[in-house]
């Protein structure tokens, strides 16, 4: 990596997640270069700011390189990331520079781990998920796999997620057809929506927890080693309700006619969490792991800040560790390049006992 490479672009900075990293970016000194498609929004927030910006769509790879070329790195927090991870991770390989992501999209991990090997012989990093989705869960993983070694089994959860903003909801917009996802046996499978349940204690009061296609379903298995990974999230019951109500019209969102309708719908509709809220609100995350014969088990309970706010908090120290040189070429998870204590950097989180 070039040693004159210093500056660094926040694509997706007219984005709800992209905008508070931003605000708070500038807020603790630092100045990213600000980027998006949409000019009017990205410049108004760039002068606000006093950071310079660049427009440009992620249609064209040489139009992406010529943008990225002179940064140390790219934070990207443009969604839906199952379309433009890929061609803003290709053009970071191919321009020398490293790669960053607010993710939470399997499809998005398994692309991205795809092109590892490139990654590896240009020395650059492809770090995808440096917010909620998925630095919790994974430093959690990562703990549990120190406690107990020979950890065969792993499962982890939280509750407390409530509101989204309207890019994570037009991603899972166009991930709910295709199901849940589980590792078995080091494999990925599918399962129905809704089909795997587990009932955990929480604060004194038992709740139901549903398997989800959380990102550590692909990703903890390259953190751990460990061959057998579910992740599982509570939902207030009318969500369940309406989850299970709508399961059987879900195939309907295979018609990318249909998702795009729906995504534009949200795109007017849907906001995001407020101030008050991300301020006040917590996640609770449980991680339980048992070795093959059941012999020995380990668990650990923890609670981080509000999702949105979490990952501002996540993303930025992410920033501040590249800028410091700790990067691990190739595809990688937060805990396997820092560690998984990296978690308990971030203000509002702290182990149960």
């Not at 995350?285 to 949105?308: D, F, N, P």
Request: charged share 20%.
């Amino acid at each position: 990596m070039a040693a004159q490479k210093k500056q660094w672009l926040l694509y997706g900075a007219n984005g709800y997640t992209g905008e508070l990293i931003a605000r708070e970016a500038v807020s603790r000194g630092f100045q990213p270069i600000l980027a998006g498609r949409s000019e009017p929004r990205v410049r108004a927030l760039a002068e606000e700011l006093g950071l310079s910006f660049r427009i440009f769509s992620l249609e064209d790879h040489d139009t992406i390189r010529k943008e990225i070329e002179d940064c140390l790195f790219v934070l990207h927090c443009a969604g839906p990331f199952v379309e433009t991870a890929v061609p803003m991770a290709s053009a970071c390989i191919l321009s020398g520079v490293h790669y960053l992501d607010i993710t939470g999209e399997i499809p998005v991990y398994e692309k991205l781990h795809s092109l590892s090997s490139q990654a590896l012989a240009k020395k650059v990093m492809l770090l995808p998920g440096v917010g909620f989705d998925i630095v919790p869960t994974d430093c959690l993983a990562m703990m549990l796999k120190e406690k107990l070694p020979k950890a065969h089994f792993l499962e982890l959860g939280f509750s407390g997620f409530t509101e989204i903003s309207r890019g994570t909801l037009k991603s899972a917009l166009a991930q709910l057809p295709y199901g849940s996802k589980v590792r078995r046996n080091g494999k990925m499978e599918t399962i129905p929506q809704l089909s795997l349940k587990k009932v955990v204690e929480v604060s004194g009061h038992y709740a139901e927890f549903f398997a989800i296609p959380w990102g550590d379903v692909f990703t903890s298995f390259f953190s751990t080693g460990i061959p057998n990974i579910t992740v599982y999230s509570s939902f207030p019951s009318s969500q369940t309700k309406w989850m299970k109500f709508l399961q059987p019209a879900s195939v309907l969102l295979k018609n990318s006619l249909i998702v795009k309708a729906l995504q534009k719908l949200v795109e007017v509709s849907v906001s995001g969490p407020g101030a008050e809220t991300r301020k006040n609100g917590s996640v609770f995350l449980w991680g339980e792991a048992w070795t093959e014969a059941g012999s020995k088990k380990v668990s650990l309970r923890m609670r981080c800040a509000e999702g949105y706010e979490f990952t501002v908090e996540s993303a930025l120290a992410a920033v501040a560790k590249l800028q410091k040189g700790k990067v691990r070429a190739g595809f990688t998870t937060p805990s396997q390049v820092w560690g998984s204590r990296f978690v308990l950097e971030i203000p509002g989180t702290k182990l149960l006992s």
